[in-house]
C-alpha cells in the first residue's frame, strides 16, 4: 500500500492518478498501433481514446456516487472537491465509454464494432494498470486468508496486519493474460465484432472469479454474490449471446 506517489510541500499525487494515467497511455498506445493495421487513422483513434477517458471517467464516479452513496459523502466531508480523484466504478466507467464510442463512431463515420475489435486489447492492457492503483491504494481489497501470497496491508487500513487475498493483483495478472490473448487472436482471421465480445466475456468470467475472493463489500447476497457478481455475470449472458449472433452468420470476416 502506497497511496501517495509524490508529496512536495502542498502539491499530492496519488499513486492510483498516476497508475490510472499510465494505463490511458499504454491504452492509447496500443490502439494506435493497431490502428494502422486495421486500416483506420491512427490520429482519429486517438481522439477516441481521449473522447471514451472523460466519458469513462464521468461514468464510473456516476456509478459510484449511486452505488457508494455513503462512502461518498463521508470522503466529500474530508476531502471535498480532492475527494472526487478517487472512487470509481468499472462497470459505470464501461458504460459510459461505450456510450461516448458510439456517439464518436456516428460523428466520424467509423465502422463501431471495428473500433472496438481495435480497442478491446487496449482497454485490458490500461485495465491492468487501473488494478496495479487500487492495489497501491488499498481499495477493492480481498478476504483474510492464509496462502502463502496472501498481502497485508498497513495502519490505518481497514484490515491493516491481517492477511488477505490480493485481489487487485488477480485482476492486474488476468487482464494482462486477456490482453496478450486477444493480440494473438487478432491476428487470425475472424467477424467483425469477435474479439470485443471475446474481451467482454473473458473479463466477465475474470471479474466473476475474483469476486468470490473480494472481501470489500458491505453486503454479500446468501452470504458469498456481490453486486459485482450480477454485474459480471450480465456481462458474460450478454457477450456469449453477441458471439452465437456472429457465429451463426456467413460472410463478413474483417
Same mark, same amino acid.
Given at each position: ?120 486489447? @487496449? #482497454? +485490458? =492492457?490500461?485495465?491492468?494498470?487501473? /488494478?496495479? &492503483? ?105 457477450? @456469449? #449471446? +453477441? =458471439?452465437?449472433?456472429?457465429?451463426? /452468420?456467413? &460472410?463478413?470476416?474483417?
Amino acid at each position: 500500500m502506497h497511496p501517495i506517489f509524490l508529496h512536495w510541500g502542498h502539491l499530492e499525487i496519488r499513486t492510483y492518478g498516476v497508475m490510472v494515467a499510465l494505463g490511458f497511455a499504454a491504452g492509447l498506445w496500443l490502439a494506435a498501433r493497431r490502428a494502422r493495421i486495421a486500416g483506420f487513422d491512427p490520429e482519429k483513434i486517438q481522439q477516441l481514446g481521449i473522447w471514451l477517458i472523460m466519458a469513462g471517467m464521468a461514468g464510473g464516479k456516476l456509478f459510484y456516487i449511486l452505488l457508494f452513496w455513503r462512502d461518498f459523502l463521508t470522503g466529500w466531508r474530508v476531502d471535498g472537491w480532492n475527494s472526487l480523484r478517487e472512487g470509481f466504478v468499472f462497470y459505470g466507467g464501461f458504460i459510459g465509454a461505450a456510450v461516448g464510442a458510439v456517439i464518436y463512431a456516428r460523428l466520424h463515420r467509423l465502422t463501431l464494432w471495428k473500433v472496438a475489435d481495435v480497442y478491446a486489447p @487496449a #482497454v +485490458a =492492457l490500461g485495465h491492468a494498470f487501473g /488494478r496495479l &492503483g487500487c492495489f497501491f491504494n488499498g481499495c477493492c481489497y480481498g478476504k483474510v486468508c492464509t496462502l502463502p501470497w496472501a498481502v497485508t496491508f498497513p495502519s490505518p487500513h481497514v484490515m491493516a496486519g491481517i492477511p488477505v487475498h490480493p485481489t487487485e493483483l488477480y485482476e492486474v495478472a488476468g487482464n494482462l493474460l486477456i490482453c496478450g490473448a486477444l493480440l494473438a487472436y487478432s491476428r487470425h482471421e475472424r467477424r467483425t465484432g469477435q474479439v470485443w465480445w471475446l474481451y467482454v466475456l473473458s473479463y466477465g468470467v475474470l471479474r466473476f472469479t475474483v469476486e468470490f475472493f473480494r472481501g470489500d463489500y458491505p453486503v454479500y447476497y446468501d452470504g458469498i454474490f456481490t453486486l459485482g457478481h450480477i454485474e459480471a455475470g450480465t456481462m458474460i449472458v450478454v457477450a @456469449a #449471446v +453477441a =458471439l452465437f449472433i456472429l457465429s451463426r /452468420r456467413q &460472410g463478413h470476416h474483417a
